[in-house]
């Protein structure tokens, strides 16, 4: 796998362009992570299911009290319905990950919170510092095929076994599984073609978990 160019991926701000709130999309995703439906919500609230699906739909956008009321409802607080919510609408894809030997990166020239291109932000993909990598090449095949994207979340440390974006010290970067044995960590590729490679666990400078792949 190739390393790939990345400028700024560290302390990345939200893309200010794109900054306008979605409060019923959090909300609907919340309400989803509790296993509730739009109708049992309305129920809590007193409220007609349709008038609640609009909120959910973003036809408009609730007042303070509307929030506190859907809150309690939800057994969550306001802060949890309105934080993610601040979110960019997009991330994004920051730089190609190909087949073959690593090379040294050098910079991409994107500013803070740019990238090639944006993808609209997935429901669950809530680390502002986030962002998407695309793959080309087949070393990561089948599970990744050349022109999907990846996203990670820079708040997680894989696991052995977890598929991840992987810094070395030295300058390059891989999109493989990672994993950790004998006092060395082991950086897999899928395909068979490509041996694995092995490094000291001071030779890492960051990894971040994958948690999100564009679908074909």
């Known amino acids: 796998m ?9 302390d990345r701000p939200p893309d200010e362009e794109v900054a306008a709130m979605d409060y019923g999309e959090q909300i609907a995703a919340v309400r989803r992570s509790l296993k509730l439906t739009q109708a049992e919500v309305a129920r809590r609230l007193g409220w007609s299911p349709p008038n609640y699906a609009r909120i959910e739909k973003g036809r408009f956008t609730p007042s303070l009290k509307s929030l506190e009321a859907i809150a309690e409802a939800l057994g969550v607080s306001v802060g949890s319905l309105t934080a993610e919510a601040a979110l960019s609408a997009k991330v994004p894809v920051i730089a190609f990950a190909s087949a073959g030997e690593a090379v040294q990166f050098t910079d991409q020239g994107y500013p803070a919170g740019g990238g090639m291109y944006f993808l609209p932000r997935p429901p669950q993909f809530t680390d502002p510092n986030g962002f998407g990598v695309e793959v080309a090449g087949d070393s990561m095949a089948p599970k990744y095929e050349d022109g999907q994207v990846v996203m990670v979340d820079t708040r997680k440390r894989p696991v052995s076994g977890d598929y991840a974006v992987i810094g070395l010290m030295s300058g390059d970067k891989y999109v493989k599984r990672y994993r950790e044995a004998g006092g060395v960590v082991i950086l897999e590729s899928v395909n068979p073609l490509y ?7 001071h030779e890492v400078r960051f990894a971040y978990k994958i948690i999100w792949v564009r679908e074909r």
Do not use: D, L, T
């Open 2 to 10: 190739m390393a790939y160019q990345v400028h700024g991926w560290k």
């Open 195 to 201: 041996p694995p490679i092995v490094v000291e666990p």
